[in-house]
């Protein structure tokens, strides 16, 4: 069980590239989330979905896309790569059901992804 | 949407006690989690409450919960080097989305 899983964990992008931070999970949670952590600061919303099929934008959404066609693999994609985008990404997973059970287990996080934008 | 405020810095010696304080604007909100961030690693979580709770003891995590001043405070009795991290609180709100306060660094001295 390997939990939330992403890649690559460090890479340099020259402004104008463009990538995909890939992100899967083996839980079977039905919600996942992208979000980003700048020095200092806590963890702002990117992205979320609550299903396959169904993405919706967080706080910080602008200057990236997300996907979700299966359940496990939830990718963020950097189209025109700017010096803002140079953050730390996590991706993380959890259960929704009105169950305290689930409720415990909070959010999985994966390890994180180091980008830098030069 | 959610905001979390949290301070940013403490330095305790080994062995005594921690307490990192957060609070929080959003009443609704049903639970309240305490994650911890060790250097170049993702967020774990360490302990929940939820809003009916007033406290709630986990081995050596105190979590005590305020919702009238809607302050949350997270208290590690005997703190050991390795606890040293960054903390962050968070809340949930009724789309399952987390906010998360900017995070205490803890710097355990031995």
């Known amino acids: 069980n390997a939990g939330v899983t992403q890649t690559p964990k460090f890479r340099i992008l020259k402004i104008g590239q463009s990538m995909t931070l890939q992100c899967t999970q083996d839980m079977n949670h039905n919600y996942m989330y992208w979000y980003r952590q700048d020095p200092g600061m806590g963890l702002k919303l990117i992205y979320y979905?609550?299903?396959?099929?169904?993405?919706d934008k967080g706080e910080v959404p602008n200057g990236y896309n997300v996907s979700r066609s299966t359940t496990e693999d939830f990718p963020l994609r950097l189209e025109l790569a700017a010096p803002s985008q140079t953050s730390v990404y996590f991706c993380a997973s959890s259960y929704s059901r009105p169950d305290p059970v689930f409720e415990g287990y909070g959010y999985t996080f994966g390890s994180g992804t180091r980008l830098t934008v030069v | 949407g959610e905001d979390v405020e949290q301070s940013l810095f403490l330095s305790v010696r080994e062995g005594d006690s921690s307490v990192i304080n957060c609070t929080y604007t959003?009443?609704?909100?049903?639970?309240l989690y305490w994650y911890k961030q060790e250097p170049g690693a993702g967020l774990q979580l360490l302990t929940y409450i939820f809003s009916n709770m007033d406290m709630k003891q986990d081995q050596r995590l105190t979590v005590l919960l305020n919702k009238k001043d809607k302050h949350l405070s997270l208290r590690i009795a005997d703190t050991q080097t390795g606890d040293s991290a960054i903390y962050f609180c968070a809340e949930k709100d009724g789309n399952n989305r987390l906010a998360f306060g900017k995070g205490n660094q803890v710097v355990v001295i031995p």
């Open positions: 979905s609550v299903g396959a099929g169904i993405t």
């Open positions: 959003d009443s609704s909100s049903t639970y």
